[in-house]
């Protein structure tokens, strides 16, 4: 019998289908998802569905996938991605049927559709300069795979995009018999520009350290130079995308996108009101009150940490506004000192760009009361204020990082934690705020709770 394994990460639009589709398939007898820690529903939706649910105790897809094969009761399992709809019928049968039949230890997918572009521009020329044995593969990144449990249990797993590279050339590595079967037809979302440098990064890294720990002397080093290449490629393809943003606009999340603020309804809906009042009035070191704040929610499972945001309500015209500033060429984001699962949350409903914020650690998907706060929040040697934690700090890193002048930069928010990130900025907005300070400081003014007039102004 077979195991199918589907890691997910926010994958609630078609996760009821995969796993409908992997129930239905002969030989099927167990379909686990593991979850890395998604902030939709994911979980809900998989569990309707009639899979069995396994939180992963560490980020990561290989992570995931490490955990499945862990939990996995049958010596045969497949791995399916979770946001494919629909999958060829014979999907499954034609990843294992190799191995039912012993044909192979290990199938890898390959399926109509262009290869992708870190496939072509890095993974291949790079397999063909180190394991040149391995370029019959026309998918090597597919993640759509089938091996034996016990095979797969003695691989080291990357925890980033490098997993799958990874766990082709180990089987390689280790004269396992490796098969390619092509599946058929299938549509699939293409990663957003902003990750193909990190994917490309990460699967170059991977497939350069098994070069060098293996044994393996085919590979012609003085043939080296064109990982130059590979890497200019790649970075003049991201340049080339990147231009269009020239302009930014940065939110608070707290009492600006939101009309309430997370913490303080985390402590009516918990019952910790006393206790973050005074830490409040007792503590003024800023980064050792975001550590003790984070205590109060040690316990706390994710999803009823989503749930207290999912209830605060949102600006009415919230994404409209956003949608029409992206049309407009704007990169839109968050900047919150609130928790990244929060942020990321409200980001992914409002379709916006990014969101920086401090990350509250879970452990098995329990808050563990720990938070750590990013450099990009502490001041650095090109900060324009003198506070040691700042948002502005954040914004400077945006910034440099997208190649946008702060003087194209428009900040809102609501609070003196948003002072100098509305000073700084090229037009700083005070939202429905009671600070005199921040008011005075702001180029604009919004009294009532809408962006509107925000795109009178941009």
Not at 256 to 265: C, E, K, M, P, V
Not at 326 to 355: A, P
Not at 417 to 426: P, R, S, T
């Amino acid at each position: 019998m077979i195991s199918v394994i589907i890691p997910t990460l926010n994958e609630q639009e078609q996760i009821a289908n995969v796993v409908a589709f992997a129930k239905s398939q002969p030989n099927v007898s167990e379909v686990l998802v593991v979850d890395d820690q998604s902030l939709d529903q994911t979980v809900a939706l998989a569990e309707k569905a009639g899979a069995k649910v396994v939180s992963s105790t560490k980020l990561g897809k290989g992570a995931s996938m490490k955990e499945g094969i862990m939990f996995a009761q049958n010596e045969l399992v497949v791995f399916l991605d979770g946001d494919i709809h629909p999958y060829p019928h014979y999907t499954i049968k034609l990843l294992s049927d190799p191995l039912l039949q012993d044909e192979a230890d290990f199938v890898k997918a390959s399926f109509s559709r262009n290869a992708g572009r870190v496939t072509e521009l890095v993974a291949k020329p790079l397999l063909s300069i180190f394991f040149p044995e391995l370029t019959s593969f026309s998918q090597p990144l597919s993640g759509m795979i089938a091996g034996k449990k016990s095979l797969l249990q003695t691989l080291d797993f990357r925890d980033d995009y490098g997993v799958d590279i990874g766990i082709l050339i180990d089987m390689h590595l280790n004269k396992y018999r490796v098969k390619e079967v092509e599946i058929g037809y299938i549509e699939n979302n293409s990663k957003p520009w902003h990750a193909l440098g990190k994917m490309s990064k990460e699967v170059a890294q991977t497939i350069i350290a098994k070069a060098a720990l293996s044994n393996n002397q085919h590979y012609n080093f003085e043939e080296f130079g064109v990982l130059q290449v590979i890497r200019s490629q790649m970075e003049l393809a991201l340049e080339t995308h990147q231009k269009q943003f020239e302009k930014m606009v940065v939110f608070d999340m707290d009492n600006t996108l939101l009309r309430g603020r997370f913490i303080d309804t985390c402590a009516a809906e918990f019952g910790f009101k006393a206790e973050l009042m005074e830490l409040r009035s007792s503590e003024q070191d800023t980064v050792v009150l975001t550590k003790k704040i984070a205590t109060l929610l040690k316990g706390r499972t994710i999803e009823e940490v989503i749930n207290i945001a999912e209830n605060i309500p949102i600006v009415q015209d919230a994404k409209m506004v956003i949608a029409e500033l992206k049309l407009r060429g704007y990169l839109v984001g968050i900047i919150s000192d609130s928790y990244d699962c929060v942020t990321r949350h409200i980001k992914n409903k409002l379709g916006m760009d990014f969101s920086l914020s401090n990350e509250l650690e879970f452990s098995k998907g329990i808050c563990t009361g720990e938070v750590k706060i990013p450099s990009f929040f502490f001041n650095q040697s090109n900060s324009i204020c003198r506070h040691p934690l700042c948002k502005t700090n954040a914004v400077l890193s945006l910034c440099e990082k997208h190649k946008i002048q702060i003087k194209n930069s428009i900040a809102i928010g609501d609070s003196a934690n948003d002072l100098c990130m509305v000073k700084e900025a090229g037009m700083g907005i005070a939202f429905c705020s009671t600070n005199e300070l921040l008011n005075h400081h702001a180029d604009e003014i919004i009294s009532e709770p809408s962006f509107q007039n925000l795109l009178e102004w941009v």
